[in-house]
């Protein structure tokens, strides 16, 4: 649960985004509370308000320009846990309201491919800062501290209530052996600096806790 303060840290925070394309604040509120309604649906558990503030947080550290702000508020947007397609359909939304809003179509495009590249098993197809950035800040949850890390594991099991447990856990472990594979989980030196250790680590010990009797 999001505080009233920090929502309204966070509508503050989107009216000032969309300002330098001449977006009133009256027009802005709108698509803000769309956000926040999709954000905070019954079903999430670790998708919500509370991961779009980190985030954002991140991506301010790491200096991530309007582009990549304006796809953080985007890249869940869309969440059914049954469904594969969630990146695209929430990359489909912020062009519609993007566009709806006046933003330029070159902008709208290159937000809406952020929101895409967010499925994180592109096999390298989405590059550059503004992807290496959003890349980093949405996967910074991974180098968190323990107790948070454990709290995020516990969250998305949530959304997932629905998959029986074995089953889940199978998924879950190639999820991440998939990113344990990698050379390196982030691609900014920041981040690589700062929560490389750590995110393995976390899963590392998520994966030690899962593993089956015979593993």
Do not use: C
Not at 40 to 65: A, F, I, M
Not at 125 to 133: A, E, L, M, N, Y
Not at 167 to 184: E, I
């Amino acid at each position: 649960m999001i505080s009233p303060e920090r929502l309204d840290a966070m509508q503050r925070g989107w009216v000032y985004l969309l300002a330098p394309f001449g977006v009133a604040p009256a027009a802005a509120y709108p698509a803000f509370d769309n956000l926040v309604a999709a954000y905070s649906e019954p079903h999430r558990h670790y998708h919500t308000l509370e991961h779009v503030g980190e985030v954002l947080r991140v991506v301010g550290r790491l200096k991530g320009g309007a582009s990549v702000l304006l796809a953080v508020w985007y890249h869940d947007a869309v969440y059914d846990p049954k469904a594969n397609d969630n990146e695209t359909r929430s990359a489909e939304l912020a062009m519609r309201e993007l566009a709806a809003l006046g933003l330029p179509a070159a902008l709208v495009n290159h937000v809406a491919e952020l929101v895409r590249s967010t499925a994180h098993f592109d096999g390298g197809t989405f590059t550059g800062p503004d992807f290496d950035i959003l890349h980093d800040a949405d996967l910074a949850i991974l180098g968190a501290s323990e107790v948070r890390y454990a709290r995020y594991a516990a969250d998305v099991r949530k959304e997932y209530a629905w998959v029986p447990e074995a089953d889940y856990y199978a998924g879950r472990r190639k999820v991440l052996n998939s990113f344990l594979s990698r050379p390196r989980i982030y691609r900014t030196e920041a981040m690589l600096t700062e929560g490389e250790e750590a995110a393995r680590r976390n899963m590392a010990a998520e994966l030690s806790a899962t593993a089956l009797p015979s593993e």
